[in-house]
């Protein structure tokens, strides 16, 4: 079980069947029995905001739950490549779309590798998905190494109205800038929880 904590919460989630690697036109059976646009939003490189927009027809927004430094625990360190314990900062936001919470997203971002410029800009532009900021400050990047699969979250679940037990689809990934370790650059890993609305686990096994 991975834990984070959120102001005096803490929020978690425990994979129920492992990850499976999408992206680049990777096909799994894990991802069979969902649509095309389901598919495509677990495995797309582009902008999951404009994704979103694109599929709700409603302007995308963040809710800031809780942001600062952290350390790097051993899953991401690993995920990222990085050393385990190094300073990070992380940032827990929901993605929010006429008012309703549709995904739950938590980014972690070494110290080391990401500018200081860019945390003042997500301070500035407070409710703003990271993606957009990144684009507004002209930061090309790219998602590496997406893994999606059915998760456990509590507290995401329970924000969004259902049993705490509820499966949800999520994925991590790797983003990165393409000027890695340059100004303006990050390396960051990515894990986002995905309510009903956008991909239904109804019918996933408990």
Known sequence: MI??????AIFSYTRLKGWTSVGKGGKDRALAGLRPHQRLI?????????????????QVKVEVIAKGAC???????????ETHGAEAFDR???LVADG??????YTVMPASLVDRALLESLDRYGDEPLGKVLNQRRISFSKEHI??????????AIVLGMDGDAPLWARRYVLSSASSG??????????EVFGQEIIPSADADR
């Open 100 to 105: 309703r919470r549709v995904v739950f997203a």
């Open 3 to 8: 834990f984070f904590s959120i102001m005096s």
């Open 42 to 58: 677990l495995s797309s490189g582009g902008s999951l905001t404009l994704d979103l927009e694109h599929l709700l027809e409603a």
């Open 182 to 191: 340059m100004p303006g650059a990050i390396k960051a890993v990515v894990t």
């Open 147 to 156: 893994e999606a699969g059915l998760v456990r979250c509590p507290g995401a």
């Open 92 to 94: 827990s936001v929901w």
């Open 71 to 81: 350390s790097l625990d051993a899953d991401a360190a690993a995920f990222l490549g």
